[in-house]
């Protein structure tokens, strides 16, 4: 129910929007959490922004390079990605839950990213 896009290979230094698109859920009425995976590693978790219009929450180690934006007139949440590293190669996955109890019930399938020169 949940379909991330937008990732592919970034040469160091690029920036890169990914997309989180939902069907039949309402994304506005979910907490939307941001996570990654990369090769060899545990998953780790970028950010969650709280339903409705509530501000997000950052990784402390990511905040800074990450943000996020919700446009509710087409469902979806994009991850944006600034100066990307090689350490940021990773499939990264949306997920509507909740950022308190970090319990997410929706996942999507991941997009992944590869931070290469």
């Known amino acids: 129910q949940l379909a991330e896009s937008g990732g592919g290979l970034v040469q160091p230094g690029g920036s890169l929007t990914l997309s989180c698109a939902a069907s039949p859920l309402t994304l506005y009425n979910y907490d939307i959490g941001w996570f990654r995976q990369g090769p060899g590693k545990e998953r780790e978790g970028i950010s969650c922004?709280?339903?409705?219009?509530?501000?997000?929450y950052y990784a402390g180690a990511l905040k800074g390079r990450f943000s996020v934006t919700r446009d509710s007139a087409k469902n979806t949440v994009y991850l944006h990605i600034n100066n990307l590293k090689p350490e940021d190669t990773a499939t990264y996955h949306c997920a509507a839950g909740n950022c308190a109890t970090e319990i997410y019930d929706f996942w999507g399938q991941g997009t992944p990213v590869t931070v290469s020169s």
């Open positions: 922004t709280p339903s409705g219009d509530r501000p997000t």
